[in-house]
């Protein structure tokens, strides 16, 4: 967009503090309306000069600004024009002077819907009666993507207690038109307020030490000096490339994930009976007692079983990790259960989508979904103040509240 959009939020909110009112003539909503409105003209453009037409001659040829009427306020709208005079506008018509409350309310849930193209097109032809290409739709919801960049390369906190890492993965469209999966790993943080906060959202085409190196690196050059506890599901080459960017991150792998890829390879007549042995391991009061659990485990089901007694063992530093650690702290990073289940609200707005025609259409989607589910985080997380302390008890200077 021409403006940034938390910027234009900002100026509004101070205009409100100021006491001008929101609606009527020269309302503080007005410069939204105004953006959106210039963004949908501005798409329509794009969508409008294809390659042939470029190559035919065609191309920009300036603006002509005019005064629009809405219920909102008055905003100046900025026409785009082209040489040959072919670009006809769909959402306000050249001789039009006044946009109606229904057309306004049509183009903010035009940009709050508008990564997918067939749920525009479908919405907008059961709404208004007209059919909007997935050209012309594209190029408008591409006008949400500045604002994505301008997310993505935010300055975060200092220092972070606690982050979990996991991966939602979709089928897009690739170069050669195959569809091939792609993984989006987000990062979710607790911030030292206690609030939920994704501090990173990453497409990966391949896991392996390289790529987890460039997402530390993006966070440490962001801001980020310090992270208490990194709680993952046995991502491959992330703990080697967490202790070269942030080497006192004390990391916990999932139990959860841990115990399910265990069951797998447990024969299903002996997984009720291998669950209760396993139980004491994880369940335990302290790290011996654990251990002590594991020993007894090993000695009853090592010779049927012994990858699944070996993966424990080989993980077991990383497994372990949350013993250290009161019960409450102990809930929240043993498992990988808050970021799944930020993702389970991802999955509801994505579900239906099929194949994606492009690498950046999950993301958008994906984004314009966050910023619905974020509004929800407005209270720190049970507990909270509690948890601080002890956690500030624990690392000392690192993570000081006071």
């Not at 391949?206 to 990194?230: C, H, P, Y």
């Not at 424990?312 to 102990?330: G, M, V």
């Amino acid at each position: 967009m021409e403006k940034d959009f938390n910027e234009l939020k900002a100026r509004i909110l101070e205009e409100i503090k100021a006491g001008k009112p929101l609606f009527g003539k020269d309302g503080a909503l007005a410069p939204m309306i105004e953006n959106i409105v210039n963004a949908v003209l501005e798409g329509e453009m794009d969508a409008h000069l294809t390659q042939e037409t470029r190559e035919s001659g065609n191309r920009r040829n300036g603006k002509m600004d005019k005064q629009v009427r809405t219920p909102l306020g008055d905003i100046t709208v900025s026409t785009p024009r082209d040489r040959d005079a072919s670009f006809d506008q769909q959402f306000l018509k050249k001789r039009e002077t006044m946009l109606s409350e229904g057309m306004a309310e049509r183009i903010i849930g035009l940009y709050a819907l508008g990564t997918s193209t067939r749920d525009i097109s479908d919405w907008m032809e059961d709404t208004v009666g007209t059919s909007v290409s997935a050209e012309t739709i594209s190029a408008i919801t591409d006008r949400v993507l500045p604002e994505l960049e301008a997310w993505r390369n935010r300055t975060l906190d200092e220092v972070y207690p606690i982050v979990w890492l996991d991966a939602v993965h979709y089928k897009v469209m690739d170069d050669k038109n195959r569809a091939v999966t792609r993984a989006i790993y987000n990062v979710l943080a607790i911030d030292k307020d206690g609030h939920k906060d994704l501090i990173g959202m990453y497409v990966s085409k391949s896991e392996g030490a390289n790529f987890w190196l460039s997402v530390l690196t993006d966070l440490q050059n962001r801001g980020v000096k310090d992270i208490m506890i990194a709680c993952i599901d046995g991502l491959s080459g992330f703990p080697d490339a967490i202790k070269s960017v942030f080497p006192n991150t004390a990391i916990q792998l999932c139990i959860i994930h841990q115990i399910r890829n265990s069951m797998k390879f447990v024969g299903s007549k002996y997984q009720k009976e291998f669950m209760a042995d396993l139980k004491p391991v994880y369940g335990a009061a302290t790290k011996e007692a654990a251990e002590l659990a594991l020993d007894n485990l090993e000695s009853k089901w090592g010779e049927q079983y012994p990858i699944v007694i070996k993966s424990w063992r080989d993980k077991w530093d990383k497994l372990s990790e949350f013993f250290q650690y009161t019960p409450a702290i102990r809930k929240l990073i043993y498992t990988t259960n808050t970021v799944e289940g930020y993702h389970r609200q991802i999955r509801k707005v994505t579900k239906n989508k099929g194949v994606f025609p492009n690498d950046t259409a999950p993301v958008k989607l994906v984004y314009l979904a966050y910023r619905n589910i974020r509004k929800k985080w407005t209270m720190p997380i049970p507990n909270w103040a509690i948890i601080s302390q002890q956690l500030a008890i624990k690392f000392g200077d690192r993570y000081r509240i006071m």
